[in-house]
């Protein structure tokens, strides 16, 4: 039973992970190319705000999540509006927690291939008469692309590893909100140490392997 | 992976459903009582037919979820202020509250000879740290902090207090050897009717103000009648058998 269970939490958090990592990427690159070439005053500011999530503690972010997408808050009133109800608790309402929590991992690696790529191919696309959008997707895209792995992988492995978040929003609720960082929570609190240990240390496993194949992938660039 | 995954919830929910017309109930769980509500919702569903969806979290947060639209429709809280709240803010069903288990308290030590039977270890003060869990968020490290009071050790032994966030970690503290002894829940170090290990002193009750946990049913499962089935059978005798081998009072 207790398998299942933690089949069903592996499940959902790799398609929480792969529904987040897809609206990040589609999101954050308009964004993350806006911080590359703006000079706007209002650079600064949204940039620190993409950066919020990085130094705000999950349960200030899950908390405010909650109460604006409450019954109450302004998102959640606007939600019940449009008739496809409340968020939070939902897999849906997840994919919004996500999608604000794991933004810096996206955005940021994508703005620093954005800036990376420098004005001067930019400059010759034009002089030969491309458009925006054709040099946006043949010139940008292929020369960032090294910036969409990492942006993805990155967006994808903090997803996984979410826990505060999930747990105020999701209300650890079987099958629909119960990630695999919940379901260890669920395990300690039960004090089922051993089956606490397997998911952890496939955790472990999982984010090493990932940070490694990054660490491979940047030193095969560099040369 | 979706098709396998459902494949292998169904035939998990066919192996614990009977033959009466099941349905579904959503029950809010406070986390001390875990392990316990695992097996009492197991029992439940054979017995029943209906289905019992757990979802664990400590009081406050869980309080925090309902009163901003979780869609639960039993609570077993860790205490019986935050069930009185919510009747009386009208999201719990007024008058449907219960006490389902009462907590005791434990002194533990992981390691045998540590404590003794009477708490007399806490009077001789031979230890480095002392472990609590937070007082101001958890009945148990409350009830701890009036024990220490009633034996006149508050202040001595203020300055050796670790606290945990909550009772789960304050168990992780003492049971990993980091800190020599704590003021545990009994269900933590109990199980089968005897403790698991170590060395033990259990608080005697009137020390400390009862630690009733109590339950109640929400506004989303007013009319529910899995909801009113799973509050009966949390007074039943077999659910009173499981509470008790947990090291709770009832």
Avoid at chain 1, 9 to 35: H, K, R, Y
Avoid at chain 2, 192 to 218: C, F, K, M, N, Y
Wanted: a positive charge; charged letters at 15%.
């Amino acid at each position: 039973m207790t398998s299942v269970v933690d089949l069903a939490a592996i499940g959902l958090t790799l398609e929480l992970a792969a529904v987040t990592t897809t609206i990040l990427l589609v999101l954050g690159t308009p964004v993350a190319w806006w911080l590359a070439r703006t000079r706007s005053a209002f650079k600064g500011a949204v940039g620190a705000v993409v950066a919020l999530p990085l130094v705000l503690p999950p349960t200030v972010i899950g908390f405010y999540l909650l109460v604006t997408m409450g019954p109450h808050g302004p998102i959640g009133q606007f939600t019940q509006a449009l008739g496809i109800g409340l968020l939070p608790f939902s897999f849906a309402g997840l994919v919004v927690g996500s999608v604000f929590y794991s933004l810096p991992f996206v955005v940021q690696p994508l703005q620093q291939a954005f800036e990376a790529i420098g004005e001067r191919p930019l400059e010759v696309a034009v002089t030969l008469r491309a458009g925006a959008l054709d040099t946006f997707f043949s010139v940008v895209l292929p020369l960032a692309r090294p910036g969409f792995v990492t942006a993805a992988v990155l967006g994808f492995a903090h997803t996984v590893g979410e826990f505060g978040v999930v747990l105020m929003i999701g209300g650890n609720i079987p099958d629909r909100t119960r990630v695999v960082s919940v379901q260890i929570y669920n395990h300690v609190e039960a004090l089922e140490y051993a089956e606490a240990h397997w998911l952890s240390a496939g955790m472990v496993v999982f984010s090493f392997l990932v940070l490694l194949l990054l660490n491979r992938r940047k030193r095969g660039s560099v040369r | 992976m979706k098709a396998v995954l459902a494949r292998l919830l169904c035939a998990a929910a066919v192996l614990s459903c009977g033959t009466a017309p099941a349905a579904e109930v959503s029950v809010a769980v406070a986390a001390n009582f875990t392990a316990p509500m695992q097996k009492i919702a197991a029992e439940f569903e054979r017995d029943t037919g209906h289905k019992a969806r757990l979802a664990f979290g400590a009081t406050g947060k869980l309080y925090a979820q309902i009163t901003n639209g979780a869609p639960f429709e039993l609570f077993l809280s860790a205490d019986d202020t935050t069930p009185a709240k919510l009747e009386q803010e009208g999201v719990a069903v007024a008058g449907s509250r219960f006490t389902y288990a009462i907590g005791r308290l434990v002194l533990w030590s992981a390691q045998p000879g540590v404590v003794d039977d009477k708490g007399e270890v806490l009077k001789r003060g031979a230890f480095a740290h002392l472990a609590v869990a937070n007082p101001k968020t958890a009945p148990y490290g409350a009830a701890a902090m009036a024990v220490l009071r009633r034996l006149g050790l508050a202040d001595a032994l203020a300055p050796k207090l670790v606290t945990g966030e909550n009772i789960a970690q304050t168990h992780q503290f003492v049971a990993s050897g980091n800190v020599e002894l704590g003021f545990l829940a009994l269900s933590q170090v109990w199980a089968d009717g005897r403790l698991t290990g170590g060395s033990a002193w259990q608080v005697p009750a009137e020390l400390h103000e009862p630690l009733r946990q109590d339950a109640v049913i929400l506004a989303a499962g007013r009319d529910k009648p899995a909801a009113r089935a799973l509050a009966d059978y949390l007074r039943g005798a077999k659910a009173a058998a499981i509470i008790r081998s947990y090291g709770y009072g009832l």
